[in-house]
């Protein structure tokens, strides 16, 4: 997924002989369209009619629930250490790959990806396996330090840092890349140090891929389950939301309404990515477009 | 001279982000890895093979490929159809349904999973129509439905070797994307002066669409099923709350799961090394594919 998106400016309009019939289309597009409807839209759309079924003031009954609230507290701690982080792994790994040439750098890049072929909760047991108290690896760094990562806010912060690693860094080195290195070496030319060439040349033309990678990053941030959920499922103490949606779902032995409620927050930040998203995606296509038409 | 100095020295901070990089990756995602590989590597073989000759464990490989198969294979012709409408047909609603595509990666699993339990379940608008319409056959097997942790009674189906229906649904919803994105650069790519040409020798629309542009679109066909296969495998949140705790219809990462809440850390590591090995060659596979089919392209 890059931040040009997928689809061409103009569409697929092609000459006659080169496409189906019109009648063709017609059917494939309506076939396309319901078979989205019923196999994407409708979960979505259940999430909400579920939450407000039994009325506005059962869903807000939910919403301000302390225990709701802490679950929301946690995510954003979570996401807000989690986001930077990467954001910072992936300004840096994007710029020494896309500025320089190494040995090793196709490596980097395939291991960049290592998180996301790995299932999330096997993420979480390496981490037990590292850090639990009883017989982890770096147990007794842990009680020198006196120090808790599993089942404790270190370990859910851990376990998310790992699961939305490489989304910044897979963002920017395409982009990058496709920019080459002249603008900087110009700068550089013209008498720049390292860091007026970054914050000067380079950021103004990857802000638009920075805030993509951001958002995607932040996303799977605050729904992230698997992993969490295996280094702190015995911890009675605080959940994210996600793991704070499994603890009602399997409470809820009358009404889904709470479940439902909770779940339709991330709904709605699951809804706003997809929007700020796409505007992204027109935002660089337009720019591009313009960039072209500049040259010319 | 070489370019490799001049431009060491004419950017600056090789170093400082290299160094960076290298240390942030190694703590965050290698170290972990590794400490997972190495009590894989020390187990030895008694205990891959005790674990793996539980019938849970088994019940559980069988239950996790299959379902992901199936639901990979089914998005194929569903990304397909999908990709083609978007990339070579104009219509209203054509950007809204590109970003819909992405609903799976930005909906938290969990929620995907809680929604896809009651869609599908006994309450559920599609769930309602199998059930009061009678077509609760054994042979259908909802027993991925069904058997999910829901407050009502549990009618038990017998499991004629086919896999949970529940399991492959909800992983259709989470892999579909996959094959979308893989499919539309491709297609997208796809000049109309081949497809022209056929037409203009005569080949009718059919003819051209499987003689002209299938032959182009088959490796990303291939790559997208594999990325959607990998993946479902591997999925866990979507679909935790559609399987439950029944046995018969759990999958992989839920026995990871479950060994692990008891502790039982090296049996969990026999599950959850053999998992990334399956995932490790499917990629390798893509990768290969992938290589062999760019390879073609430059002769």
Not at chain 1, 180 to 191: D, R
Not at chain 2, 48 to 66: C, D, H, I, K
Request: aromatic share 12%.
């Amino acid at each position: 997924m890059a931040a040009t998106g997928n689809l061409t400016r103009g569409g697929g309009a092609r000459s006659g002989i080169a496409t189906e019939p019109w009648w063709v289309r017609a059917i494939l597009i309506t076939l396309a369209v319901v078979v989205l409807g019923v196999l994407l839209v409708l979960p979505l759309v259940t999430i909400f009619v579920e939450a407000f079924r039994e009325g506005w003031a059962a869903y807000k009954e939910q919403i301000i629930a302390p225990e709701t609230w802490s679950a929301i507290k946690l995510t954003l701690i979570t996401a807000l250490i989690a986001v930077p982080l990467n954001l910072v792994f992936g300004i840096a790994a994007a710029w020494a790959v896309t500025k320089f040439n190494f040995w090793g750098k196709s490596i980097l890049v395939t291991l960049i990806d290592l998180p996301f072929s790995v299932s999330p909760v096997a993420a979480g047991l390496a981490l037990v396996i590292l850090f639990n108290l009883q017989n982890g690896y770096l147990a007794p760094v842990l009680k020198w330090l006196d120090l808790k990562v599993i089942f404790s806010l270190p370990g859910m912060v851990l376990a998310t840092v790992f699961i939305t690693f490489p989304f910044v860094a897979r963002e920017l080195i395409p982009l990058m890349q496709s920019q080459g290195t002249e603008e900087e070496e110009a700068a550089h030319v013209l008498g720049a140090n390292g860091w007026q060439m970054f914050w000067r040349v380079t950021l103004p033309n990857i802000k638009w891929g920075v805030l993509y990678g951001v958002i995607l990053c932040n996303a799977r941030a605050m729904g992230e389950f698997g992993a969490v959920y295996a280094v702190s499922s015995n911890f009675e103490g605080q959940k994210t939301l996600p793991l704070y949606i499994e603890r009602v779902y399997y409470a809820s032995w009358v009404s889904l309404v709470p479940v439902f409620a909770v779940a339709s927050l991330l709904g709605v930040l699951a809804l706003i990515t997809l929007v700020v998203k796409t505007w992204l995606e027109w935002k660089t296509q337009r720019e591009m477009a313009e960039g072209s038409k500049a040259v010319h | 001279m070489s370019s490799l100095a001049v431009q060491r020295r004419v950017i600056p901070g090789f170093s400082l982000s290299l160094g960076f990089a290298v240390t942030y990756l190694s703590l965050v995602v290698l170290v972990p890895l590794a400490a997972l590989v190495i009590k894989g590597a020390g187990l030895g073989w008694g205990e891959f093979a005790r674990t793996m000759g539980q019938q849970q464990v088994q019940s559980a490989f069988y239950t996790s490929l299959l379902s992901a198969f199936l639901a990979a294979l089914i998005n194929v012709p569903v990304g397909l159809l999908i990709a083609w409408v978007l990339v070579r047909y104009r219509f209203v609603g054509r950007r809204v349904m590109d970003a819909i595509i992405d609903l799976p990666f930005a909906l938290p699993t969990a929620v995907a999973g809680i929604s896809l339990a009651f869609l599908y379940g006994p309450n559920g608008w599609i769930g309602k129509i199998f059930t009061e319409s009678g077509w609760s056959y054994p042979w259908l097997v909802w027993a991925g439905f069904e058997k999910s942790a829901w407050p009502l009674e549990l009618r038990w189906f017998n499991q004629i070797g086919l896999a949970p229906l529940g399991v492959t649904v909800a992983l259709t919803f989470v892999s579909l994307p996959f094959v979308v994105r893989t499919l539309q650069p491709v297609l997208e790519d796809l000049g109309a002066e081949h497809e022209e040409a056929a037409a203009s020798l005569g080949a009718n629309r059919i003819q051209t669409i499987w003689r002209v542009v299938l032959p182009e679109i088959w490796p990303a066909l291939i790559t997208g099923f594999a990325l959607a296969f990998a993946r479902g495998i591997g999925e866990y949140g979507s679909v935790l709350f559609i399987t439950g705790n029944q046995p018969e219809t759990q999958i992989v990462p839920h026995v990871i799961f479950q060994r692990l809440e008891r502790f039982e850390i090296a049996e969990s590591t026999v599950v959850a090394t053999i998992l990334m090995v399956v995932s490790f060659v499917l990629l390798l596979g893509i990768n290969l594919l992938q290589r062999r089919v760019a390879q073609r392209g430059q002769r």
